[in-house]
């Protein structure tokens, strides 16, 4: 799901926007905002979550690597710590049995890029 600031209109969101938005249930929202520092929406005088375009293009972030990359809340906590390029370390598909051939020296050097890049965020 890709989100930019252009897209986003508002000052600020609520949480059920924020919500509809990524297709999640609003308490994966607030859990997020606890285990994120990144994630700091403001509350009005009733405690409402209000979320503005930062927030959300950071919840973004965190749902690419989490949902999408399939890593884990404390991978995705050393990647966005370490500013990792996420879209370095994706592996472009393989399509034909030709190319496959061709595409292995690639694909090792990838794959261990890949490697080398996982072993410094379990460091």
Known sequence: MEISENQLKKLYYT???VSVMFNVNPSLIR???KEFTIIQPKK???GNRLFTPKDIINFN???HLVKEQGFTLDGAK???KNKINIEEI???PITDEKEQSIDC????KTLENVKSKLT???I
């Not at 020296?105 to 090792?108: P, R």
């Open 61 to 63: 972030k965190i749902y």
């Open 15 to 17: 949480i059920g926007e």
């Open 105 to 108: 020296e690639n694909l090792i």
């Open 44 to 46: 009005n005088k009733k």
């Open 78 to 80: 050393n990647a966005l």
């Open 120 to 122: 410094k965020l379990r």
């Open 31 to 33: 859990f997020w905002e």
């Open 90 to 92: 994706s592996v472009p």
